[in-house]
């Protein structure tokens, strides 16, 4: 068998690999002459595949089971240390007052933990208004300002097209003025004559 071809995997790349890319590799990379010893291969490995599939799951599920009975066990703990603590022995005789006290302070603490969600919850949509509001605040002054400046630029312009407009009536009155000049010229020339 030659195994040269598939040197190039490496191991992070073959835990990677599903069990098909697997069989095409095996069958590019191993010569088919023996194809009996070939086949064993090929169905050995893609067994030990599904099976370290199978494991890692597995260990997954497990690991996650084993989480939440430690954190479970753990708050179990502490209520228990309470109600220890209230009593003021080192052992903890449980009646059925004892647990439904438990239960209790189990609760209250399930309560403590929903009211400071929900509080949490209310400041951060009360953030979230605020926020709205200053945004809100903020385009109505970027429209203000934007409004005010087409005014102030509406105003420059009628103020400029009026200057521009006396400007054009003293010319019209000087040029007036010249032609009345020019005609009494003439005509004081033509009486002349």
Known sequence: ??????RWITPAARRALGAKRLRTILKNAVDESSSESFSLIKD???RLSCDLTLSKNREQSLSNAL???QTRRKRSKRVLEELRSE??????????????????IADGREAAKAAQKAQ???QQLERAHKKALKEAEAEGKRTEKAAAKARRDAEAAAKK???QRVREAKKALKQLEIDQKALSSR??????Q
Not at 1 to 6: G, R
């Open 187 to 192: 005509r004081r020339r033509r009486q002349k």
């Open 161 to 163: 097209a009026a200057n």
């Open 1 to 6: 068998m030659e195994l040269s071809k598939a």
């Open 44 to 46: 050995t490995i893609v």
């Open 67 to 69: 989480n939440y009975e």
């Open 120 to 122: 949490k919850a209310e």
């Open 87 to 104: 009593e003021g022995s080192g052992t903890l005789f449980m009646s059925p007052s004892k647990i439904q006290r438990a239960r209790d």
